[in-house]
């Protein structure tokens, strides 16, 4: 018996799984993985002094008292050097043309979210948001995955995802734990944006390397087009991202506490309603998650 709604509701949730496996997958690809405290030591030693780096890897960079200025001027850095590595990458990809299309599609697609993965965990570190990743080449946890999810929604201008991040780091911020929220994010007030969002980009990259994969079907031509379109949306992702966390409280160098009111876990959810977030979701489908039109 045909149940009206139901095709819809197993769109979604094949939307959703789908952009949960490919997150997971390209998480566990060699170097995708971004070491915490060996990237803000690195990132921060041209321009930072030793107690502030130390500070900063023990606790965090707006511990630290670092100045946004500095803290964008790297993040601008490490965009670049990501932005130009996977347009590289990208455009290496579309050479082999028609032939190699069902092979190099899912590979270029893959490595390009672990290029978002990359910059997301640069962006976060720098802004002061905890360790992501556990291990190398471990599971993901539900958390993270919800985490970087919102990452992602951000970078692909998502309104709910820009609520539900600010939630989190206003959770984090007040607080001052060391761990990312996992209730909130796994079955607390944040996690219906998770869901939401998720079931938007399983959309929105299917959309998106299709049309890659189209510019991959012309050797050489299809090459430079395939890199153009990487360079094309990655870059602005990775600035809407950057602007994002950098306007949150959790990066604010003025938001300093003493060591002892740091909580050595994750944060405690307050029960209230997230009305951002719950308006957006009265009207959402599989694509209703809003993007917001790209700012120059």
Same mark, same amino acid.
């Given at each position: &018996?045909?149940?009206?709604?139901? =095709?819809?509701?197993? !769109?979604?949730?094949?939307?959703?799984? *789908?952009? $949960?496996?490919?997150?997971?997958?390209?998480?566990?690809?060699?170097?995708?993985?971004?070491?915490?405290?060996?990237?803000?030591? +690195?990132?921060? *030693?041209?321009?930072?002094?030793?107690?502030?780096?130390?500070?900063? %890897?023990?606790?965090?960079?707006?511990?630290?008292?670092?100045?946004?200025?500095?803290? =964008?001027?790297?993040?601008?850095? $490490?965009?670049?050097?990501? !932005?130009?590595?996977?347009?590289?990458? $990208?455009? /290496?990809?579309?050479?082999?043309?028609?032939?190699? &299309?069902?092979? +190099?599609?899912?590979?270029?697609?893959?490595?390009?979210?672990?290029?978002?993965?990359?910059? /997301?965990?640069?962006?976060?570190?720098?802004?002061?948001?905890?360790?992501?990743?556990?291990?190398?080449?471990?599971?993901? =946890?539900? /958390? %993270?995955?919800?985490?970087?999810?919102?990452?992602?929604?951000?970078?692909?201008?998502?309104? $709910?995802?820009?609520?539900?991040?600010?939630?989190?780091?206003? &959770?984090?911020?007040?607080?001052?734990?060391?761990?990312?929220?996992?209730?909130?994010?796994?079955?607390?007030?944040?996690?219906?944006?998770?869901?939401?969002?998720?079931?938007?980009?399983?959309?929105?990259?299917? +959309?998106?390397?299709?049309?890659?994969?189209?510019?991959?079907?012309?050797?050489?031509?299809?090459?430079? @087009?395939?890199?153009?379109? %990487?360079?094309? %949306?990655?870059?602005?992702?990775?600035?809407?991202?950057?602007?994002?966390?950098?306007?949150?409280?959790?990066?604010?160098?003025?938001?300093?506490?003493?060591?002892?009111? @740091?909580?050595?876990?994750?944060?405690?959810?307050?029960?209230?309603?997230?009305?951002?977030? =719950?308006?957006?979701?009265?009207?959402?489908? +599989?694509?209703?998650?809003?993007?917001?039109?790209?700012?120059?």
């Amino acid at each position: &018996m045909y149940v009206p709604g139901m =095709d819809m509701d197993k !769109t979604s949730e094949n939307a959703e799984s *789908r952009f $949960s496996a490919l997150l997971v997958g390209a998480a566990r690809l060699p170097g995708v993985r971004i070491d915490r405290e060996a990237y803000l030591r +690195t990132a921060l *030693r041209r321009h930072c002094a030793e107690d502030e780096i130390r500070r900063a %890897t023990e606790e965090t960079p707006a511990a630290a008292g670092i100045p946004l200025d500095i803290l =964008d001027r790297v993040a601008n850095e $490490s965009i670049r050097y990501e !932005t130009a590595k996977v347009s590289a990458l $990208s455009a /290496a990809a579309g050479i082999p043309g028609f032939i190699a &299309m069902p092979a +190099t599609v899912p590979a270029d697609l893959a490595q390009y979210v672990g290029h978002m993965l990359r910059i /997301a965990q640069k962006l976060a570190y720098l802004y002061s948001w905890p360790e992501l990743f556990s291990d190398e080449g471990g599971d993901v =946890d539900d /958390a %993270t995955k919800g985490m970087l999810t919102l990452f992602f929604g951000v970078m692909f201008g998502t309104q $709910s995802a820009n609520a539900a991040v600010g939630k989190v780091a206003g &959770m984090m911020a007040e607080q001052v734990a060391k761990e990312l929220p996992k209730k909130a994010l796994t079955h607390g007030v944040v996690y219906p944006m998770v869901k939401k969002v998720a079931k938007y980009l399983g959309v929105k990259m299917t +959309t998106q390397s299709f049309a890659k994969g189209v510019s991959k079907a012309i050797p050489v031509i299809g090459a430079v @087009v395939s890199g153009g379109l %990487t360079l094309a %949306t990655y870059l602005p992702m990775a600035k809407r991202l950057k602007k994002h966390l950098a306007g949150l409280p959790l990066a604010d160098p003025s938001h300093r506490v003493s060591e002892g009111d @740091v909580v050595d876990g994750e944060v405690v959810e307050e029960h209230e309603t997230f009305a951002p977030a =719950d308006a957006e979701l009265h009207d959402a489908d +599989t694509t209703a998650v809003k993007l917001e039109e790209p700012k120059p």
